[in-house]
């Protein structure tokens, strides 16, 4: 069982966050409104207020001041209830971790990994259930440069390779934004497809209906995408 996926102590299995079985509805509970351990929860800002906190962290992490270094401090608190700031969607590349790279401590975000940061309905599940469940208030798909995954979607695009085992699942989820920035013949195909991978994902969460949709268009959720530069450690917003 995942400790993240755990509010005031009630253990959910991924098949009942998937599915929405009796795990959801007993949750339904503690939905936006009700107690929590907190009497202000850290995240009940706006998503603009988020989205500021995130790049004021990141200029502390590439200018190496960063701020967070005690990993203890807080960690009582946060055994009943996690109080996230925003969900990211990143690649599991082991160079790139969020919560260093935005200078936040256990508990300010809510990451979802996996290489190539496609989104499936896995992880379409966890964001609606940050946003749902835990009031995230901002969502941002965070891609990297130099991205090994985006660079096999080429290959196998470009050159017809064929990927072992089950590689080439995730090759067929990134293959869309490689076809659709290469229709622009760009001179650096690889960062215009990192780019183009990040907006689609981007795009899917800002429409995903019938949770996220709803959340966006009151404007109590932004999506935003970015990319993280390997070299500098600096986060750009695209």
């Known amino acids: 069982m995942c400790d993240l996926c755990s509010v005031n102590a009630t253990r959910l299995s991924r098949r009942g966050l998937v599915l929405g079985g009796a795990a959801l509805a007993g949750m339904s509970m503690m939905a936006p409104g009700t107690a929590w351990s907190q009497d202000t929860p850290q995240n009940a800002i706006s998503p603009d207020a988020a989205l500021q906190r995130l790049m004021e962290g990141n ?17 009582a608190a946060r055994v009943n209830a996690q109080y996230p700031i925003a969900a990211i969607l990143s690649c599991a590349d082991a160079r790139v971790a969020p919560e260093l790279a935005f200078d936040q401590g256990p508990g300010d975000l809510f990451v979802v990994r996996v290489a190539g940061n496609f ?48 590689l080439q699942d995730m090759i067929r989820d990134i ?57 500098t450690g600096k986060i750009a917003l695209l």
């Open 59 to 75: 200029a502390r992490y590439a200018a190496n001041t960063s701020a967070n270094n005690d990993y203890s401090a807080g960690r």
């Open 119 to 166: 989104l499936n309905n896995d992880g379409l599940a966890s964001f609606e259930y940050a946003v749902k469940y835990l009031n995230a208030p901002l969502l941002m798909v965070l891609g990297h440069s130099n991205c090994g995954a985006v660079g096999a979607a080429i290959k196998v695009i470009k050159d017809g390779a064929t990927l072992p085992g089950h």
């Open 175 to 231: 293959k869309p934004a490689v076809e659709t920035a290469e229709k622009s013949k760009p001179a650096d195909l690889l960062s215009a497809s990192i780019a183009e991978n990040v907006r689609q994902a981007a795009h899917r969460l800002e429409t995903a209906s019938p949770i996220l949709t709803d959340y966006v268009g009151s404007g109590k959720v932004k999506v935003v995408g970015a990319q993280y530069d390997l070299a």
